[in-house]
């Protein structure tokens, strides 16, 4: 792929975390139902992303 395109799905990416991030804090939505909601169809990889732009785990985040 090319930079360009990167740029853009990492710009995407932090977007739909941020956004994943005000659901966990604000519902008591399941991890899964945020994370398919925010365009998310992997729960593996949305756990890997969110943690690799928020430094934990979705449920860490929810639990603090």
Do not use: H, W
Request: hydrophobic content about 30%; overall charge positive.
């Amino acid at each position: 792929s090319s930079a360009a395109s990167d740029v853009y799905k990492r710009q995407l990416n932090r977007q739909r975390i941020e956004e994943a991030c005000l659901q966990l804090a604000a519902t008591n939505d399941s991890i899964t139902e945020i994370a398919y909601r925010n365009g998310f169809n992997d729960l593996s990889y949305f756990i890997r992303t969110f943690k690799k732009y928020k430094g934990m785990t979705p449920g860490k985040y929810k639990r603090r």
